[in-house]
T-cell receptor
Framework: EAQVTQNPRYLITVTGKKLTVTCSQNMNHEYMSWYRQDPGLGLRQIYY???????DKGDVPEGYKVSRKEKRNFPLILESPSPNQTSLYFC?????????????FGPGTRLTVT | DAKTTQPPSMDCAEGRAANLPCNHS???????VYWYRQIHSQGPQYIIH???NNETNEMASLIITEDRKSSTLILPHATLRDTAVYYCIVRVAGMKTSYDKVIFGPGTSLSVIP
């Protein structure tokens, strides 16, 4: 089954404790993205990746890092989480053939930073 | 800022057609219109996309005006499970060297009423 998986689905952590949210897709997509969703602010893009070793900032990259060492994986790293990073996070991969750029989203990771 | 504007909320009677409008008056010639929906806090789900012709798939129909400045997503027979937030976005396709930041606006919250 074609899918995007994220782990963990729920995480409660404390300020300053480094964490990684994993994202994996099995569709051989080149493009992958991370979003955060907050009440009243909608979905905002954090980082995206056009291919292995190619990443770029989205609209709200501060406080986050990403890496793309393999095509299927795109982990989101919070080196020193803060309470303002409490949010619902979505990973997405994009089918990138000519004329078709629909995104497939993961189930989400709800992060709470205390 | 989002490149699209949508009404914040709409109601639709179960079994009736739901027509969700989207204004994208600044759309460029190489930008496609995409529709997604998000049920509760699940990952957004791709529905349909189009460039200038009307499109139909198993989920919905997309009607794009001739000047491409607006479009309408049609759910022909709305069910309670169609209650969700619907997002209309525009994005460039086919430019592998210039991957657009994807901007989701606040969307339209559709309530299907029994």
């Amino acid at each position: 089954e074609a899918q995007v998986t994220q782990n963990p689905r729920y995480l409660i952590t404390v300020t300053g404790k480094k964490l990684t949210v994993t994202c994996s897709q099995n569709m051989n997509h080149e493009y992958m993205s991370w979003y955060r969703q907050d009440p009243g602010l909608g979905l905002r893009q954090i980082y995206y990746s056009m291919n292995v070793e190619v990443t770029d900032k989205g609209d709200v990259p501060e406080g986050y890092k990403v890496s793309r060492k393999e095509k299927r994986n795109f982990p989101l790293i919070l080196e020193s989480p803060s309470p303002n990073q409490t949010s619902l996070y979505f990973c997405a991969s994009t089918r990138g053939t000519s004329g078709r750029y629909e995104q497939y989203f993961g189930p989400g990771t709800r992060l709470t930073v205390t | 800022d989002a490149k699209t504007t949508q009404p914040p909320s709409m109601d639709c009677a179960e079994g009736r057609a739901a027509n969700l409008p989207c204004n994208h008056s600044t759309i460029s010639g190489n930008e496609y219109v995409y529709w997604y929906r998000q049920i509760h806090s699940q990952g957004p789900q791709y529905i349909i996309h189009g460039l200038k012709n009307n499109e139909t798939n198993e989920m919905a129909s997309l009607i794009i005006t001739e000047d491409r400045k607006s479009s309408t997503l049609i759910l022909p027979h709305a069910t309670l499970r169609d209650t969700a937030v619907y997002y209309c976005i525009v994005r460039v396709a086919g430019m592998k060297t210039s991957y657009d930041k994807v901007i989701f606006g606040p969307g339209t919250s559709l309530s299907v009423i029994p």
